[in-house]
């Protein structure tokens, strides 16, 4: 862990980015996984599966600089609700990084897209989702009648296009885009899978940019994750790449 004291108000920041690589649990049991040449005719929202108690366990790997840094070593993530509101599918995502459990995510499915956002709990009122800026303001207004903006940020747009690239995030410090790359074959320990590959770059005010990249298969969801953060310590730069693969999945 950096100290904050270390880092500019910047790059305090640009280490929440990251949305994806954050959540672990002993690894599911052993399922059938679907070939690369399965499921190609797939629709849409099958891309990033969203089913009451479906679990994800990763295993992941990190440098500076080019050095391997250590990490907790796996991360895992688990649907623990769905809803649907007005046509819309809600999910709560609880996450796991290491010994820690992190914020639950809030994974919201349209017609046009799925938008990750923080889920807001409190004791004195049922679980809530804040609303997503990144839905589209009919389908929001309709899904959320009440409560406050928030980051959030659409990590797939429907209908899955090669090259086509919308904007993520912006912040006063940086920006973000993402684009779609494209089909490929990916291989990772959990099995072989045709892949929809989505890269983020994120370019800050002073020109210096990160890219991270995010691979989802049909019936699966995310197999594999890259994510770069250059941190500002003590006045200079210090990559950080952390990647993380699929090893299990249980539907």
Known sequence: MIPA????????????????????????????????NVRAG?????????TVGM????RLTQTKDGLENPTPGAMSSRVVSVENRN?????????????????????TQGT?????????????TQARLLPLSGVSATQQDRAYPEGELTTSLRILQFPLKADASWTGR???????TLTATGWESLTVPAGTYRSWHVTHRLTYEDG???TLGYWYAPGIGMVKAHEEN???????PVKYSVDGILTGVKH
């Open 5 to 36: 004291n270390t880092l500019t108000t910047a790059t305090r920041a640009a280490c929440g980015l990251t949305l994806l690589l954050a959540g672990c649990s002993p690894p599911p049991m052993p399922v059938s996984l679907a070939p690369a």
């Open 42 to 50: 797939a629709s849409d929202p099958d891309i990033y599966p969203l």
């Open 55 to 58: 679990s994800w366990t990763y």
């Open 87 to 107: 046509g819309i599918k809600v999910a709560k995502v609880e996450r796991t990084y290491g010994a820690n459990v992190i914020p639950a995510t809030a994974a």
């Open 112 to 124: 046009d897209g799925v938008v990750l956002a923080r889920w807001e709990a409190t004791a004195a």
């Open 170 to 176: 912006v912040w006063t410090f940086a920006k973000e």
């Open 208 to 210: 210096r940019f990160d």
């Open 230 to 236: 250059t941190l500002i310590f003590n006045d200079k």
